[in-house]
């Protein structure tokens, strides 16, 4: 099983630049998650979707756009990048968000640094 | 001051000691998770739980609601499980996209 798979793994961008980075899971979930992470600091929410077509805000989300097309893929776009944007994002996906049997699949992470 | 806390922010223990790793929170939650990072960055999913005790392997993860505090316990530590242990809550009052993470628990395990 492939699970959640994040790509690009790493990426450097010169301020200004777009791009966007991919996540897909195989595993039917309703619930995707970008989150970044920075060093000292605790995973944080950019963007999250609750199903195909739905996307909200979440603690983080200025300078970033999401989409979910297709229920396996969640897209985090980077329009203008800057170099507050440097970090290491994750993306995440659940079945559903408040059963107590519902864990969390986690990619593996894409590093990005902006120059 | 965060919602979730973890202590210790580091440890360093020797092989075959037992380790625990404590998180406390100030928010009303309806799950608790116990995540693990790995040198390498990739982030698993150990525990999930919103009451009682969990046991997988060696590793045990506990939570007192009333108390607002986890722990995640690991008997006869491995140098394989140095990692950062993540715990992250869902708040019960918040939106169905956020959970709370702690800032981890650094574990090195030496042989």
């Known amino acids: 099983n492939a699970g959640v798979t994040q790509t690009p793994k790493f990426r450097v961008l010169k301020t200004g630049q777009s791009m966007t980075l991919l996540c897909a899971q195989d595993?039917?979930?309703?619930?995707m998650y970008w989150y970044r992470q920075d060093p000292g600091m605790g995973l944080r929410l950019i963007h999250y979707?609750?199903?195909?077509?739905?996307?909200a805000k979440g603690e983080v989300p200025d300078g970033y756009n999401v989409s979910r097309l297709k229920k396996q893929n969640f897209l985090l776009g980077l329009e203008s990048a800057a170099p507050s944007q440097t970090s290491v994002y994750f993306c995440a996906s659940t079945r559903w968000s408040w059963r107590a049997n519902s864990p969390l699949h986690f990619g593996n992470g894409t590093r990005l640094t902006v120059t | 001051k965060n919602e979730v806390e973890q202590s210790p922010q580091n440890l360093t223990a020797q092989e075959g000691e037992f380790i625990t790793i404590n998180c406390s929170y100030s928010?009303?939650?309806?799950?608790l998770h116990w995540l693990q990072q790995h040198p390498g960055g990739g982030i698993v999913s150990l525990f999930m739980?919103?009451?009682g005790k969990k046991k997988h392997g060696r590793l045990i993860a506990t939570i007192n609601i009333q108390e607002k505090h986890s722990s995640l316990h690991i008997t006869a530590s491995h140098p394989r499980d140095s990692a950062v242990y993540i715990c992250a809550v869902r708040s019960d009052g918040g939106s169905q996209g956020n959970l709370i993470f702690g800032k981890g628990t650094k574990l090195s395990v030496k042989p």
């Open positions: 595993m039917n979930h309703e619930y």
């Open positions: 739980l919103s009451s």
């Open positions: 979707s609750v199903g195909e077509g739905t996307t």
């Open positions: 928010v009303g939650i309806s799950a």
